[in-house]
């Protein structure tokens, strides 16, 4: 299995690829991880964006299909309200004529959650999501860009963790007791950002 670094490399790859359209994914990547992920979902929303305008273009559906399988391995689901972007991305791959690619060789039987959200220039956006008490919480943000930051508030309203700023940004905390979280998601930048938030 490759590391993380290795598959931050290839998602970078992946959107660059889109972005000249002249390159093929990666043959295998297996089991992400939640901030992996959410990469992953940027990908894939990259890749659906081009076939859009492009519906003939091959390499953008192979890209597309790549990124389905990855977060179908990951066992990711929409957050309550949420529409299903990867059935709806796998059969854009599919009318575009791209092969589904091999099974990969594990995933999750029970992934995070994903939520898909756009930010306004200078504004946030907010939602809530509950987790468990004395588990492991991680919320990641995607994509991770400058004036872009992803904030964790508890019923006190006071801020648990600022993030770490990677390819992805990353939260992840103890909560003491179970109980709804506000996630935050900030642009001081000056256009409007389409984000992803994995919550694991």
Known sequence: MLSGRAR???IGAALAALAGCSAAPPASLTDPAPDEL??????AESASARLANHPADQA???ILAFAVRELEAGGVAPAEGQPDL???????AETAGASRPGPPLRGRVLGPLYRRGVVAPHGEARSEQAFHGGQLARVTLAPAQPGISLHVHGTADARLVTCRQRQVHECAWLPLFTERYRLVVRNSGNRSVTYFLTMD
């Open 38 to 43: 959410a990469g992953w979902l940027s990908v």
């Open 86 to 92: 990867i059935t709806r991305w796998r059969q854009q």
């Open 8 to 10: 931050t490399v290839w």
């Open 60 to 62: 953008a559906a192979r």
